[in-house]
């Protein structure tokens, strides 16, 4: 069991990739904070957990809000103990150029998809330097790495996380402290739910070279590894699960 004994908050851990990644993290031996803005979604994965032998908590929080995350660590800590694993998972993906959307919409995508990594680690990181180390994991996104056109707010937030997951990884590895981003490309997750399935072949056929759907679970299995301690050396890296589309340019 890869993580055996380890404490993993995770947010957005309603549904997804989220909710994928704690039912993986679980399997491997992690106790779970499941953290969601709708309560009832993080207790129905902490139920599922628990009904397979595993140990999970449910916390409801707005990961774009202070005092909501000082409460989700505070109360995993509480309650399971010091944060070894801290995967921000929360977001939103709006779409729209900057003048098409308002100032509120742009606000809550940066809120919840860039700020929230910013609060979490906050909050996290003094108690994993304590303990004597830890991993944070970001779930930043392929348009983070290029831009996507009518998706103006998202790709400045998925490149802000980037950069601050590589910063992150530079302030604290003499704390013992890993950090890393995931880039997923398309996920059919309910966060892709608004996307016609005929736009989406066709999105994929023309950009996504290795054929098939990337699944929730895929990304799990990276987000395990890179908490691991196979990945001991691994900090301040970007890695992308895209079938392949950043690997060239695409007509």
């Known amino acids: 069991m890869k993580l055996r004994d380890k404490v993993a908050i995770l947010t957005g851990g309603g549904s997804g990739i989220g909710a994928a990644s704690c039912y993986a993290f679980a399997r491997e031996g992690a ?4 953290v969601n803005r709708t309560l009832s979604k993080a207790q129905a994965v902490a139920r599922a957990i628990e009904s397979e032998g595993g140990r999970a908590i449910a916390i409801g929080a707005d ?10 660590v505070d109360q995993s800590a509480s309650e399971l103990g010091p944060p070894d694993i801290l995967f921000n998972n ?8 900057i003048t098409d959307i308002s100032e509120a919409d742009w606000d ?13 680690a906050r909050c996290a990181l003094p108690l994993m330097i304590e303990a004597g180390g830890g991993v ?32 992150i990884a530079l302030d ?10 995931i880039c997923p490309g398309y996920v059919d997750t309910p966060l892709n739910e608004g996307f016609p399935p005929s736009q989406r072949d066709a999105f994929l056929k023309q950009y996504q070279p290795l054929r098939g759907m990337i699944g929730a679970e895929d990304v799990a299995e990276m987000a395990v590894y890179l908490a691991s301690d196979a990945a001991r050396m691994i ?7 895209d079938g392949g589309q950043q690997a060239g340019l695409y007509a």
């Open 172 to 181: 604290y590895a003499r704390d013992n402290i890993r950090c890393n981003a």
């Open 63 to 72: 990961v774009a809000i202070s005092a909501d995350v000082r409460r989700m």
């Open 136 to 167: 944070i994991l970001n779930t930043a996104g392929s348009f983070g790495i290029r831009a996507a056109g009518n998706k103006a707010a998202y790709s400045v937030a998925k490149a802000g996380v980037i950069n601050l997951s590589r910063s």
């Open 235 to 241: 900090t301040g890296q970007v890695f992308v699960l």
């Open 108 to 120: 809550e995508c940066l809120n919840i998809d860039l700020k929230s990594v910013f609060l979490a």
């Open 90 to 97: 929360a977001g939103i993906s709006p779409a729209g150029r």
């Open 31 to 34: 106790s779970i904070a499941v």
